[in-house]
Each structure stands twice: as C-alpha cells, then as structure tokens.
C-alpha cells in the first residue's frame, strides 16, 4: 500500500526531532477524526437501514440477496482503488471516498447487527467497547514503541488475504465458519487487525517525516483515517461475530 512504501524509506522507526512538532500532533488529530467521522457515518448507515424498508432489499426468501453482495463487492473494490490512487486525488476527494466506503460498510454490516439486536444487543455494546480499547492500545503502542515493527507488514498481509479467502469460502460453504473453526477464524480476525493498527499508526508516523509536501500529508492523513477505519471496524465485526456464536 502507497503509505506503507514511503514510510519504508525511513532507516529508523521514530522520526525525528523536528517531525515531533506541532505538525505531527496537527497531522495525527486529523486522522483520527477522519477516522471517528468515517466510523460515526458507518453507525448512522447501518441505523438507517435498520430502521427502514432498506433492509429488506438486502435478504431474499433464501438468504442474503444479490444487492447485498453488489454492496460489499463494491465496497472492497471502492477501498482498494481508493488506497491504490490516494495520492493522485485532491484530499477532498478522498475523504468523500472514505465517507462512501463507510456509508456502503455501515449497509453491509446490517445482517450481522440484526442478527445481534435480536438475540442479545448488549453484544453490539461489548464489541464497540472491546474494540475502541483494543484499537486505543494498540494505536499507542505503535506510536509510542521504538521497536520497528515493518517485519509484521508481510505477515498481517498474508493473514489479512487468508480471513478475505475464508469470508469468500463461507458464501459458498457456510458451515466452514461454524463450529472450532469459526471461532479460531474470529480470534485470528481480531489479532490480525490488532497487529495492523499498531504497524499502520507507526509507518504512518515515519512516513510523516519522510514527506515535505503539504499536500501529500494532507492525502497521507485520509489514506492512514482509511486504514485505521479498516482495522477498527474489521475489529469490531469479528468480536460481534464472536460475541454472537452459538
């Protein structure tokens, strides 16, 4: 991913006296509440559609309907674009996209929150909360830490692109998610996504340093909201899931 190649460039994992200014705290607060926004459109998103006739048109007689798949499809191919060509749009541009990946996530999360409300909500509340800490911990930790972490970069990828191949197994084979498996499934989901928080939050602090530009910060601040949003929300739908297993 474009943050994770320039903060590559960088030979230690702090940056330098001169990146811990007021500009990195400037540069950091705008992440996070491009990133709280993105998780407060989500929420709104999926109230809505829980609240209205929306989400009927996300299930059939049979199971999830093909609008739903469209959605999430579209939402993956919407965030990996969007990732891909961060640094080519205006930073406005990107935080529109980012509100439009978390506007189509929020919709897609629908099922598993109706499947919470009706068998105990509370679970939607521990799950938020056991996420929000875990996401907080691990975001200090990668801030804070003087130990590089850029070795985790190729683990976390090939343990993100196994969850995404046993999420796209389970559509065809639900029963692979059930069970002992499942629950593994989920536990790996949430380390894995806990790990990328603190990799993410310490190669966007070095790729803060590396960079000059005020522009390409300002691109690199929605790019790094939209990685933190990913992992926070993937936290959070698999301690739901979890919280929620028979």
Known sequence: MAVKNIALKTKSPNAPAGAKSGGLELYLKRIFALMFAAVGVTALASFITMATPLWSLL???TGLSAFYYILLF???ALSIWTQVRAFSFKPSTGILLLMLYAVLTG????PLLLV???SNPYTILSA???AAVMFACMALFGYKTVKDLSFLGIFLFIGMIGLVLVGLASFIWPAIVGGTFGTIVCLVGVLVFALFTAYDMQTLKRAYAVLSDGNQKNQLAVLGALHLYISFIAMFQYLLSLLNRD
């Open 59 to 61: 299930f059939t007689a």
């Open 74 to 76: 579209g939402g993956l």
């Open 107 to 110: 919709i897609v999360l629908t």
């Open 116 to 118: 919470a409300v009706t």
């Open 128 to 130: 938020f909360v056991i």
